[in-house]
């Protein structure tokens, strides 16, 4: 009888095991693919959505899927699904809403980047989409822009410009040397902006040191480039890339950490953001998310445009003269002794000269950015009032929920730009000023609220890099990786979701002077 009420028992507890189960399972499901509502007044729902991940369109495919879904809206407004979360797309091509989203005070700028980039680092204990809390966020936002201003102020930079231009010369001396006469700007240029970025934002023991400085870069790009639909959606599901991408965070968060620690054990003091920030308290998670931040910040804009910006030139030769005529007269003005090489003559001119001399090289810098700014800048209703994007509230951005808005609707638009494919800095001239032809058509630099932090120091950077390229080699063409002359620029993918390397590699050929 014991025997048959002990199995009676056991089968009894399979059984509830069994609904119980299904039943965690059916919530699991039902949770996983649910949507909540629009919210009240959203733009209409747009794409297919799918589950777990909604528009996969707007990650793999983000131009084409934001223009099929625009045309087919009256306003160009529409919403989608990141996750299971609704995100209202707000037109570009709208003056008034490009106004909206860069001026409302009520759309968070470090609420929106956090969840729906992806490329930059986990920076916080809550980088939950689905979190109603942004306060720690907000914290954190606060003190990385006062952080990232303190390291990129005037006085900061000038006392830093010996060293960035000892960093330059040991670049173009290694090209110089090497046997090739070739290189490929988006890896050799683009690595020379990242040891000015780690110099002025990181530290110099990683910036001094090759070895350190090619392991960061390269965990640095592991990081950037593991931003996957899912790992950006759903942060906790354990995919590969989200593993890698942690891996690879973690041996950064190690790397900085023994630098701290060997300073902090030997009394060691260096003039680096590094030292800044040690000595103003943070604490070693903070720093480190401040540097890496920061590192996500300015190395993908300022490296890829370094690099265009060489390539463009190249292609056009009125523009070479050009910016060539610039460099030499920018010389002669500080160091008139022409007997001297011009590399050496550049190392004279002070950091007011690399902040203001360079107009036509400002000028090539400004149009590569408007052709190379793609994907999304994302912003996030942080107030509990739906934020209306027309004079009615017909449509509207409902509390708490995620905007997003492509530059291409505006940097690639025929209406604004005459030939908008074409690398014409000649059209930001007063006698066009085409940038000048609506309001906020150029975000180039970022507008409104949230202006670039970086913007001098990416343009003392790119200043010197050029002015270096060109007071080095001569006989510079665009060719392909055996070295043969080509006049074809490279493709560029425009539904890439951030400035990337072009799609075909490119090569530019020199002869040194
Ligand atoms: C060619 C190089 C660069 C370009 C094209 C560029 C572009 C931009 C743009 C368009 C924005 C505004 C984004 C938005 O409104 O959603 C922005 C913001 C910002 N940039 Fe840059 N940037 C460059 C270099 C840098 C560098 C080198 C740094 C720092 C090392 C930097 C730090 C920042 C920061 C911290 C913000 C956010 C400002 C805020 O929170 O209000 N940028 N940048």
Redesign the pocket.
Known sequence: MAIYEAIEADTRFKIALVFGSLAILGSLVSWLFSRPPLGKNAPQLAGHSYPLLGALQFFTQRWDFIQAASAHSSTGNFSFHAGKWPVVYVSGKSEANRKLF?ENKGLG??AG?RALLGGSPDIQKDNNVLSGSVTDADDF?QL??RR?GAM?KGPQLKANLPKLLADVRRSMDALATGKEGITNPFDSVYRMVYQL?MR??GCNDFADDDVLLDKSLHLFEVIEQTGTPLSIMWPWIPVPARAKRLYAGFQLYMMFKKVVDERAATGKQDDDALQFMMGQGDDLSTIIQNVVG?LF???L??GI?AAWILIYMTSKPEWFVKVRDEVESVANKYAPDSTEPLKERLMKVPMEGWDHDFPVIDLC?RES?RLQ?FGT???RNVTNQPIPLDPEGKEVIPPGQYASMS?SDFHHNNDIYNNETEWDPSRYLPDRAEDKKEAYAY?????????????R??KL??NMLVSFFLAYFDEITLADRNGNDTATLPRVNRNSPT?AKPLDPIWLKYKVK
Do not use: K
Request: with cysteine; proline share 2%.
């Open positions: 860069f700028f470090g980047y936002d990385f822009v990232i990129l970025t002025t934002v920061a910040a300015g190395q804009n300022s445009n810098l950015i700014l800048a994302f912003r530059i975000a180039g630099w970022g507008m409104g609220r949230h202006p670039c932090l970086g913007m120091f990416a950077e790119n400035a």
